[in-house]
C-alpha cells in the first residue's frame, strides 16, 4: 500500500506511532515477528482490527496482507469484527465452571440483554466466552479488557459492570 | 541406500526417501491426502499410517514422516495402522458434504477413493457440520469451502511452491478458511494449480464446471504449446470439444504444476472461426480434392518457375514430424527456400541455440536444483511462465537469483534486478564472457564484477536468457559467457527462452542459409510465385508484419496448413485445415533440445454443443461427422509425398534419413523424453544488431514486450485467457513520464513509423530509463509491434482531453 | 504459607511485588556472580547435577536439555522462557512472576550464559497483563543494574532479553508452536526432529524453559546442589514444586511444597478439604491435560515418577479438585471442549477427532446415549491418543483416558438412566 494511504489512518493508529513501528521494523530483521505487536497496538488504539486495519499492519512491517490475517484470525484476543468499548471475557475452562462460570454468564445476559458473541445496545459492552484466564484460584472469574475480576459473586458483577461503565465515561472525557 | 521390508516384500531406496514413497516404490499405494511429491510430507491428515515393527521406530507411525532406514520392517496391513486409517477418513467425513452428485469432483476425488480404500462407509457423527461462505475467486478457479478437509496442499502449493501472495488460511481449531483476504481473482499465475492438487472438490475449475463427468472425458498425454518449455499436460475432452487441460507429471521438466497459460490456453482448439472446410480457389472441397490440388500445383509452379519460386514455411507450433515432411517435400524439388520459423530473428536465436547449447542444456530440473540464477534479457513470467517456479524452487533452497533486464521484472521469489537498457545488455554480456568489464557503466559494475566471481565458484550456476529480448547476438553473446565462465569440471548451463514450443526442432531441420525475412525480398522482387505455410500465419508472426505483408501481395499461390484461424487462412489459395495438438500425435523438441510427443485425446468435429445449439441431442441427423474434414499436418504431407500416412512408419522413416532423430522411434507420451544432442547449423548472420543506434532527438526506443497471456497466438484465440487481458498500454520509468508531462492512467498517443494509437501511460519505478516499454497486444493498433522483431522508434504524447 | 522451606516464594507478599531492591536483599544475582565465574559448560553442569526438572509440564532434566544445545554453534542463538501458561487449572508462573521476578530474569541470565546465546524472549500469554508490567520493569531494572545487555557485570558475555505479548492461544504453550509464533508466523507446530536445540527460532538453535524453571536456576547456583537436593524427598525429583490448587477446595490458593508430597496432604492441609464439608471425588493433578486421581489416589505421592505409575501425570501441578456430587462426565465435556476449541486446526485427529468425542460426550451426558457410543469412544480414544501432531490431542485424551478408565460406570449410569445421575 502506498505510503500516503497509510496516512490516511489516524483513526486506526495516530502518526506517531505508525512511525515508531515502522521504525522498529526496520531494525531488525524479521519484521514478521512484529505482527502481533501491531495488530495490538492498532486494537488498542481503534478497539479492534477492521481490514484497513490489516493493510496497514501490512504496510508498517512490509509483509502481505494475507500473512497479517493469518495471524490475526488465529489469535482469540484480536478482534477481526467490531467490539463494544469493552470486552467482557467469561472464563468457561474447568475450575471456573466447577465454581460457576454459568450462573455468571446467565446473570451477564440478564443484566446487558445479550447472548455470548452479542455486544450490549449501548455499544458499551461485548460478551465473550474465554478460556482459562490463568486466575483459577479465583474462579469463577472474567477479564474486561485487561483486567480481571474474580472470585465473582453476581452481586460483584452489577458493581463491576457500573464500575468499568464509569471508567469508560471518564477515559473518554479525557480524550475529549 | 537403506533397504527396508514393507509387507514382506524388500526394497532399497534413496536416502531421504520417506517409508510411504518406499511403500509407493513396491505398488502399495496407502491413503494420503497431504503428503505430495512436490510439496513434500507434512504430517497433518494423520492418514498415511504404517505399523513399524522392527527398526529405530516402533508402533503406529505416518509413514510420511519417518526417513526409510536399513532394518525396519514395516507393516500396512497390521490392524492397528487399518484403523486409524479408518478413523482418519471418518473424521475427515464428519463435515464433508453428502453432494458427490453435484461436484465436479466426483470421480476423480481423492477423498472419495480414500473413504472407499479406508472401509469407512457408514456416518455415525450425527453433530452439526461447519459451513463457510465462499470467496469469488475470479475466472478460473470455483470455491466451495464446505468440502474441505484441511490438507493444506492448496496454500502450500500456491504459495510455498508457486509463490503466490493473495493466498493463506485463515481462522483456526474446527473452522479454517482457505482463501483470499476478500472476494477477487488469484492473483498467480500459477493458480490453477490448486484445482490438480485440492485431494477433494473445494477449488475446481470454473471453465470446465458442470462440463463432463471425469470417466465420460477422453484424455491422453500431452505438451503444452503455449511457450518453449514444453511442459507435460493432460488434456480432456468430450462431444468433439476440448474442455479442459490439468498438469501432467514430468520431473525433468514442469514437475507436477503449469501455469494458467497452459491450462486456459486450450480453447483455441474449440475456437468458432477454426478452419474446417478444405478449400481451393474459394471454393469448398473435400480434403482429398484440396491435396491433390496442392501437391499438382505446387509441382507445376516448380517447373514452370524453377525450384526456388516456392518457399516452404514451417513453424514452431507444428510437430517435428510434419516440420520434417514438409522439408522433404522440398527437397523432392531440389528447393532451398525453407524455413521454420518465420520470425526471421526467433529462427536464428533457435538455430544458434540448437547449434552451440551442446552440454550446457538444462532443463527445469537443472534449474531447480541450480545455487545460482542469472536471468538476462527475459521474463520469465511471460515467456516461459513455470522456469519462473523453477527459479522459485532454486531460490527456496537458498539459491541467488539475479535478473538483469530492462523491464520492471516479477519473479515469483527474491532476486537482484539490474534494469538495463536493452543497448546495454551487449555490453554487459560481452563483460561476463571477457570477464572484462571495463566497458560498464559506473551503476553496472558493482553488480556485474562480483557476479562473475559468483558463477565461477558456484556449484551449479545457470544463464537463463530470452530469446526476444537478446536476438541471435545477445544469445550468442551468452553463450560465449557460459562457456567463458566454465571450468572444466561443471558446465555453466544455460536456458533459452525460445520462440514455441518446437522452436528447438525446427532449429535442428534448418539447413538453409536464408531466413524468412530474406526469402520475401525474393517475393517482391518476384522470383518467388508460390508459399507453403505450416503451422504459421505470416502475415503476423513475423518480425516486421507490415512489410511482411505487402510482400506476400505479390504471390501467386499461397498455400496454408492450419488448424487456427488468422490472415494467412482468410487469404489461401488453397487451404488445408489440420488438426490441433490435442487431435493428434506428434513430436515437440523443446527449448533445452528434448524431444517429447503427445498423444492424440479426440478426433475433429464441431463441439456437440455448437451443432446443437445448445440443444441436446443435435436437431441435425446425419452419417459423418460437421466439422470433422481437418487432417493431421503430418498426414496430408505423407499424402503429398505419397508415403504411408501411419505416424510410426514416417517416425521410422525420419530416424532412417537423419540419425539426429533416432529417439523418434522411442518417442513416448507421458514420459519424461529424451533429449536430442544433435548437431543443428548455424544460422545466418543477423541483420539486426543488439547495439541499437540512439533514436533521433524526439523519439524514444519502443521495446514490445510479450506478455503472460497472450505471449502466443493460441492462447490469445483461447476464450478463458480473455480475462486477463487488458487494453493497450506503455510502461515507463517515472522520472521519463515526468520529463514526457505524463501521469499514471493518462491516454497518450503512441507514434511510430507505422502510425500512431491511443494507449494508457503506466508508469514502473523498477524499469530501465528512456524506453517505452509495449505489452504486445493481438489483434489491436499495436499487433505490428511484435516482440523480438525489428527496432522500433517512437514518440508518446499526452493525447488532449485525457 | 506452607510449612516446607519456600524459596520461589520465600519473598511472597500477596498483592504485592518485590523488585531488584528486595530481591538483592535476599541474595538476589548472587547466583549470576558464582555462575559467571564458572565456563558455560560448568554451569550447564551445575544444573545437570542438581537434578532440576522441568517445570512446564514434561518434566524433563533441565540440565541434559541444555547440554544438548550446540553452545559453540556460530551465529544467533535463542533462549525462549515459555510464559504461556493457558492450562486450566494452572496459575503458578502467574504468580510466581507477580511475586519475585527477577527470579525469572536472573535465571535467564545464567541459561544464557550457560548457553551462550546473546539474544532471549520471554513469551507471555495475552491475558497476564499485570505479568508483562512487572517483567517489563524487571528487565529495566536488570539491564540498569548491568545484569542485562552488553559485558553482563564485566564477564564480556553479552545478553539482550525481550517481552513478547502474545493474543491469546493455548497452542502457544508447546514450544514449537511458541516459537513459530514468535516469528510471526501461524503458530502450528512443527514436527521433531530437528529439536529446537538444533533449529528452533528462525531456523537457529534455541532453548526452551518455563517460568518457574528459570527461577530455580539462581537459587541452585547460589546454594548449591546439596541444598537443593534437600528441599524434597525424591532422589530423582528435588526441589520445591508450585503447586496452585483450584476448584472444590476450600483454600484455592498457591503453594510451594517439596515434591513427593501426598496427595492427601495437599488436600487437607492445604486445600483445606473440599467446600461444604463434601467429600473429595476426583482430582485433575496437573492441569486439564493430566489423567484423574481420585480419592483412591490419595496416598500416592505428588511427583513425576510416582504419578506415572498411576497412570496420570504432574503437569504443571495445577491441581483441581471436584466434590462428590460433581458428574465426571460433565467435567470431560468441559475440558474436551477445551481441547477442541484451542485445536490449532493443523492434523486431523486433534482438529476433527475431538470434535467427534465433544460430540460423543455430550450425548451420553444428555441421556442419549447407547453402548454403542461407549464403544465408539473407546476408539476414539484409542485412535486419537499417540496419533496426533503434537501433544495437544494426547493432552484431551489423558482426562478422556482416565474417565473411561476410572468412571466408566458413571457413563453406563447416564446411559442406563437416559439422563445424568447428578442432575
Partial sequence: MPATEVNTMHDLLPKPEVEKLRAKAAEIDHPHEMIVDVLRAIQDHHGWVPDEGVQLTAAILGVTPVEVDELATFYDKIYRRPVGRKVIHVCDSVCCWATGTDKIVEHLRQQLGIDPGQTSADGMFTLLPTCCLGVCGDAPAMMIGLTTYGPLTVEDIDRILEQERRGATAAEKIDS | ?802 | MSDYPQVLFKNRIPGQTVFLKGYEKTGGYEGLRIALRDTPQEVTEHVKNSGLRGRGGAGFPTGVKWSFFPVDEKGEKYLVCNGDEMEPGTYKDRLLILADPHQLVEGMIIAAYALQAPVGYIFLRYAYEDCSRVVAKAIAEAEAAGYLGRDILGSGFSFELHLHRSAGRYILGEETALLTGLEGRRPYPRAKPPFPAQSGLFGRPTNVNNVETFANVPHILRNGNAWYQELSGPENSPGTKLFGLSGHFKRTRCFELPLGITLREVVKEYGGGIRGGKRFKACLPGGASTPYLTADHLDVAMDFDPLEKVESRLGTAGVTAFDEDTCMLAVSCNVNRFFVRESCGWCTPCREGLQMVSWLLEKIEAGRGTEDDLTMLHDQYRNISGRSFCALAEGAMAPLGALLRLFEEELRDHIRQGSCPFV
Fill in chain 2, 1 to 802: 541406500m537403506p533397504k527396508l521390508t514393507i509387507d514382506n516384500r524388500e526394497v532399497t531406496v534413496p536416502e531421504e526417501t520417506n517409508v510411504l514413497e518406499a511403500a509407493r516404490d513396491l505398488g502399495i499405494v496407502i491413503p494420503h491426502f497431504c503428503y505430495h511429491e512436490a510439496l513434500g510430507a507434512v504430517g497433518a491428515c494423520r492418514l498415511c499410517a504404517m505399523t513399524f515393527l522392527e527398526g529405530p521406530v516402533e508402533g503406529v507411525q505416518m509413514a510420511c514422516m519417518v526417513k526409510a532406514e536399513d532394518g525396519m520392517v514395516v507393516s500396512t496391513l497390521d490392524e492397528k495402522a487399518a484403523e486409524l486409517r479408518r478413523h482418519v477418513i471418518e473424521w475427515s467425513m464428519m463435515h464433508h458434504p453428502h453432494d458427490c452428485p453435484v461436484c465436479d469432483e466426483g470421480g476423480e476425488c481423492q477423498l472419495q477413493d480414500m473413504t472407499v480404500a479406508g472401509g469407512h462407509g457408514m456416518r455415525r457423527y450425527r453433530g452439526r457440520k461447519r459451513t463457510f461462505r465462499n470467496q469469488d475467486l475470479g475466472p478460473f478457479v470455483f470455491q466451495e469451502m464446505n468440502r474441505c478437509i484441511t490438507c493444506y496442499r492448496c496454500v502450500r502449493t500456491y504459495r510455498e511452491y508457486c509463490g503466490g501472495t493473495d493466498f493463506g488460511v485463515f481462522g483456526s481449531r474446527g473452522r479454517v478458511f482457505f482463501g483470499r483476504l476478500a472476494d477477487g481473482r488469484l492473483e498467480s499465475p500459477f493458480s490453477g494449480n490448486i484445482i490438480d492438487v485440492c485431494p477433494t472438490g473445494v477449488f475446481t475449475d470454473k471453465v470446465f464446471r458442470y462440463t463432463s463427468r471425469y470417466w465420460d472425458l477422453q484424455e491422453a498425454p500431452s505438451i503444452c504449446p503455449h511457450c518453449s518449455l514444453g511442459c507435460a499436460t493432460i488434456p480432456s475432452a468430450r462431444y468433439r470439444e476440448l474442455q479442459r487441460v490439468r498438469s501432467g507429471i514430468n520431473r525433468e521438466t514442469n514437475g507436477f504444476f503449469i501455469c494458467d497459460r497452459g491450462r486456459f490456453g486450450f480453447d483455441y482448439t474449440n475456437h468458432a472461426e477454426r478452419p474446417r472446410q478444405p478449400r481451393v480457389d474459394g471454393q469448398g472441397t473435400s480434403m482429398t480434392q484440396a491435396v491433390t490440388a496442392a501437391e499438382r500445383r505446387i509441382r507445376e509452379t516448380a517447373e514452370r518457375h524453377g525450384a526456388d519460386s516456392i518457399i516452404f514455411l514451417g513453424s514452431a507450433r507444428a510437430s517435428l514430424e510434419a516440420n520434417a515432411l514438409l522439408a522433404r517435400w522440398a527437397e523432392r524439388f531440389g528447393c532451398r527456400q525453407l524455413s521454420f520459423e518465420a520470425h526471421a530473428e526467433r529462427d536464428r536465436t533457435a538455430r544458434l541455440v540448437a547449434a552451440r547449447l551442446g552440454d550446457r542444456a538444462c532443463s527445469l530440473a537443472d534449474v531447480r536444483r541450480s545455487d545460482l540464477l542469472v536471468v538476462i534479457g527475459a521474463d520469465l513470467l511471460a515467456e516461459g511462465p513455470m522456469a519462473a517456479v523453477a527459479v522459485r524452487q532454486a531460490a527456496r533452497s537458498g539459491a541467488r537469483v539475479v535478473v538483469i533486464d530492462p523491464r520492471p521484472i516479477d519473479l515469483p521469489c527474491r532476486f537482484e534486478h539490474l534494469a538495463a537498457e536493452p543497448a546495454r545488455l551487449a555490453a554487459i554480456l560481452r563483460g561476463l564472457a571477457s570477464g572484462q568489464t571495463k566497458n560498464l557503466l559506473e551503476r553496472e559494475r558493482p553488480l556485474v564484477q562480483p557476479l562473475l566471481a559468483a558463477i565461477r565458484v558456484a556449484e551449479a550456476p545457470v544463464l537463463l536468457g530470452g530469446g526476444d529480448l537478446l536476438g541471435h547476438e545477445g544469445m550468442g553473446l551468452l553463450l560465449d559467457a557460459a562457456q567463458a565462465l566454465s571450468p572444466a569440471e561443471r558446465p555453466v548451463k544455460l536456458m533459452a527462452m525460445l520462440g514455441g514450443p518446437n522452436s528447438y526442432g525446427g532449429a535442428l531441420l534448418a539447413t538453409a542459409a536464408r531466413d524468412f525475412d530474406a526469402l520475401l525480398d525474393q517475393v517482391r522482387e518476384g522470383s518467388v510465385k508460390a508459399l507453403v505455410c505450416l503451422e504459421t500465419d505470416p502475415f503476423r508472426d513475423v518480425c516486421d508484419p507490415p512489410r511482411t505483408q505487402t510482400a506476400l501481395g505479390h504471390l501467386d499461390l499461397l498455400v496454408v496448413l492450419d488448424s487456427v484461424p488468422g490472415l494467412a487462412v482468410q487469404r489461401a489459395d488453397i487451404l488445408l485445415p489440420t488438426r490441433a495438438i490435442a487431435e493428434t500425435d506428434g513430436c515437440f523438441v523443446n527449448n533445452e533440445g528434448r524431444l517429447q510427443a503427445f498423444r492424440q485425446v479426440f478426433d475433429p468435429g464441431l463441439p456437440i454443443r455448437e451443432t446443437g445449439g445448445g440443444d441436446h441431442p443435435p436437431r441435425e441427423f446425419r452419417t459423418d461427422t460437421p466439422g470433422a474434414a481437418p487432417e493431421a499436418a503430418w498426414r496430408i504431407l505423407a499424402r503429398i509425398l505419397g508415403r504411408k500416412d501411419h505416424l510410426p512408419t514416417i517416425r521410422q522413416q525420419l530416424a532412417a534419413e537423419d540419425p539426429r532423430f533416432r529417439d523418434l522411434v522411442f518417442a513416448e507420451p507421458g514420459s519424461k523424453g529424451s533429449r536430442l544432442t544433435a548437431e543443428a547449423s548455424l544460422p545466418a548472420k543477423a541483420r539486426v544488431s543488439l547495439a541499437e543506434p540512439a533514436p533521433g532527438a524526439d523519439t524514444l526506443p519502443v521495446l514490445p514486450v510479450r506478455t503472460f497471456a497472450g505471449a502466443d497466438r493460441l492462447s490469445h484465440l483461447s476464450a478463458p485467457l480473455q480475462a486477463l487481458a487488458s487494453g493497450p498500454a506503455v510502461f515507463l520509468k517515472p522520472d521519463l513520464a515526468e520529463r514526457l508531462g505524463l501521469t499514471e492512467g493518462d491516454g497518450a498517443r503512441l507514434t511510430t513509423a507505422e502510425g500512431h494509437c491511443r494507449v494508457v501511460v503506466h508508469l514502473d519505478a523498477r524499469m530501465a530509463d528512456n524506453l517505452i516499454l509495449v505489452p504486445h497486444l493481438w489483434d489491436s493498433a499495436l499487433e505490428g509491434m511484435v516482440p523480438g522483431g525489428r527496432r522500433i522508434d517512437g514518440r508518446l504524447e499526452k493525447e488532449e482531453g485525457s
